[in-house]
């Protein structure tokens, strides 16, 4: 992973994102204007926009506690930088830690339960018109009892 973060570091110009398939991973890069770069290895489901922001909020928030004469020669024991595990953690689930992915899922469900809906509605609407010939025929029907009946009863008289 090293010499593949290493290589397509390398191989991105400043100011560029890209994401690269590499075995079963995708590794997102972002190379900045001032040459420092983000790597991030994550799996083929893991949102791309959502790498690449976590990527910028990291290289962001290092800018702004280590300075650049650092970077070059920095290492771990050299260079403090304990907000990673922070970051990983908030971003472990792309939808709580992206506001825009969350809003895309809430639609995407609600488009499930509208067309669920509709397709109730339309099955009502169905039965709703069953109902309605139904009762039409049972009016005719009792239409026609209603005529039988009286000629019946008019042969007959009650004293």
């Not at 920095?74 to 709580?96: C, H, M, R, W």
């Not at 992206?98 to 509605?121: C, R, S």
Request: charged share 25%; net charge neutral; hydrophobic share 35%.
């Amino acid at each position: 992973m090293t010499f593949a973060s290493k290589t397509i570091v390398e191989r991105t110009q400043p100011s560029l994102r890209q994401s690269v398939k590499q075995d079963a991973y995708m590794c997102h890069v972002y190379v900045r204007a001032d040459n420092l770069a983000g790597v991030l290895i994550a799996d083929h489901e893991y949102p791309h926009r959502v790498a690449h922001t976590l990527i910028t909020k990291i290289l962001d928030d290092f800018t702004a506690k280590v300075s650049a004469d650092q970077w070059p020669n920095g290492t771990e024991a050299t260079i403090s930088f304990d907000v990673l595990p922070a970051f990983l953690a908030k971003y472990q689930n792309p939808v709580e830690a992206d506001p825009l992915t969350k809003m895309q899922n809430d639609l995407d469900e609600t488009t499930i339960i509208l067309k669920n809906t509709i397709g109730a509605v339309l099955e009502r609407g169905e039965k709703l018109d069953d109902m309605v010939s139904k009762s039409e025929k049972l009016s005719i029907q009792s239409k026609a009892f209603y005529k039988t009946a009286k000629k019946t009863n008019s042969c007959c008289s009650f004293t």
